[in-house]
């Protein structure tokens, strides 16, 4: 009998590994439904969650989150991609030059923020900063993304989870007219919405 249960419990982490290369990234890129679409298709990437961080109010909801950011929640796995790719990425999706929102939204809560947990992601995102200074051939000084230590995140409310998947046409107008992707084009060019190498 003892020998049967070693044999299940063998079986199942088999084929339900503990995925020990998982790490967790929080970002801030205005809207959380285009963030989340925009992340979660890079290979590597085990999921992308929308919510709320950065702030101090407690149990945020989408009606009250003063504060805090719309943010995501990256889950990726670091043997297949790195976090230098995922940041690139992040860059590339939004307009770094814009610290009072993103494309039509705007205020705090829409402003652009790398959540970092420790020294290693703090350099990532410092090291982010320059190259898409130098990419787009700006003074440091006008990227006006934030580094800020990572506090709680708070999961958004269930209808803005996959929101891009769930309502595909009312996603693609919000899109479209809130100008998001024209302003991605005019700023990065052929590298908007790539993880190309930084052209610098």
């Not at 929640?73 to 992040?90: A, F, G, H, N, Q």
């Not at 580094?147 to 309502?167: P, T």
Request: glycine fraction near 8%.
């Amino acid at each position: 009998m003892k020998y049967l249960l070693s044999l299940i419990v063998a079986l199942s982490i088999f084929f339900n590994p503990i995925n020990t290369f998982a790490e967790e990234l929080i970002l801030a890129g205005g809207c959380f439904w285009c963030l989340e679409h925009d992340l979660e298709s890079l290979k590597g990437i085990n999921f992308v969650k929308s919510g709320y961080s950065g702030g101090d109010l407690q149990n945020p909801t989408y009606e009250n989150h003063e504060g805090h950011q719309e943010v995501v929640v990256v889950d990726y796995d670091s043997k297949l991609v790195t976090l230098p790719e995922i940041l690139r990425l992040y860059f590339r999706n939004i307009d770094p030059l814009d610290g009072k929102g993103q494309f039509c939204d705007r205020g705090d809560s829409y402003r652009p923020v790398i959540f970092f947990k420790d020294a290693t992601e703090e350099s990532d995102g410092k090291n982010a900063i320059v190259s898409a200074s130098n990419e787009l051939n700006v003074p440091l000084e006008k990227i006006s993304v934030e580094l800020k230590s990572k506090g709680q995140f708070w999961l958004a409310e269930e209808y803005h989870q996959d929101f891009a998947e769930r309502n595909e046409l009312k996603y693609k107008f919000y899109r479209f007219s809130c100008g998001r992707d024209q302003r991605l084009d005019k700023l990065w060019g052929d590298n908007a919405r790539s993880t190309n190498l930084w052209n610098e």
